[in-house]
């Protein structure tokens, strides 16, 4: 089943927008994260993508209390990533009421330790795969690896992920569509569903998303667009 994923990145417990994965060009809003997700929910959203771009840049949670509030405001599925680096943290977060955490930059920097927390909670968690030409990037996006997209996803084909989140960040916040040639590439080596993110303008590029389900591909975050207002919400799961 194809699932379209508003998404909500957290700055001081404020809803942001970075262009590219820039934290130097970051766009801030006037609504909370808990406010937004209400209004994803209630248009239709079954899951919500939240990151935490001050964990993502400091390599721990910072946000936890913006979390809990959102947590309490709605009752779809969530999906949290940035700063998550070790067992604890990813079993605090389930506590929460987390449904799916994401590993990112540990996947390279500590493989032994992704393969291991992600055999300790099956089905629970996220490889979030961050590409700058098809190079996998770090640390918020602020470090890009020598590893290739596809060699990291090749690594965890074995393990019980729910799925991977495939980033082109040149596209990200972009609003210059999806990189769908890419897509077809992380998917003709995938055994996980993949869920595409980065680049989503419209109801045009989701359904172009949507045509390579039969490929691998599960889903699609969108952000900007639906901030922006390009992208109504009324369209987005009524459509």
């Known amino acids: 089943m194809f699932t379209v994923i508003p998404a909500i990145d957290i700055i001081n417990g404020k809803v942001v927008r970075l262009t590219q994965g820039d934290y130097n060009r970051v766009e801030e ?4 994260p808990a406010d937004i997700s209400k209004q994803y929910e209630s248009h239709g959203a079954t899951r919500i993508h939240i990151i935490d771009l001050d964990g993502a840049k400091s390599g721990k949670i910072c946000n936890t209390d913006t979390l809990r509030e959102v947590r ?3 009752n779809c599925e969530l999906e949290f990533g940035g700063g998550v680096r070790d067992i604890e943290t990813v079993a605090q977060l389930i506590d929460l009421g987390i449904d799916y955490v994401i590993l990112g930059s540990i996947l390279i920097k500590n493989p032994e ?3 291991r927390i992600i055999r ?3 089905g629970h968690i996220i490889a979030g ?6 190079k996998v990037a770090t640390e918020g996006w602020l470090y890009n690896s020598t590893m290739p997209a596809t060699d990291l996803i090749e690594q965890l084909n074995d393990l019980p992920l729910e799925s991977i989140i495939y980033t082109d960040i040149a596209k990200d916040g972009a609003m210059l569509g999806p990189n769908l040639d890419q897509l077809k ?4 080596v995938a055994k996980h569903p993949i869920i595409a993110s980065g680049g989503v303008r419209s ?3 989701i359904q172009d998303i949507r045509a390579l389900e039969s490929l691998g591909v599960s889903g699609c975050i969108i952000g900007k667009a639906v901030l922006s ?3 109504p919400l009324s369209d987005i799961w009524n459509a």
């Open 185 to 188: 590439t992380m998917t003709a």
């Open 203 to 205: 109801l045009e590029d």
């Open 113 to 115: 330790l992704a393969h």
């Open 72 to 74: 309490a405001a709605v």
């Open 229 to 231: 207002g390009s992208l």
């Open 129 to 134: 795969i961050d590409a700058k030409d098809e």
């Open 120 to 122: 300790q909670f099956p």
């Open 29 to 32: 809003y006037t609504f909370s």
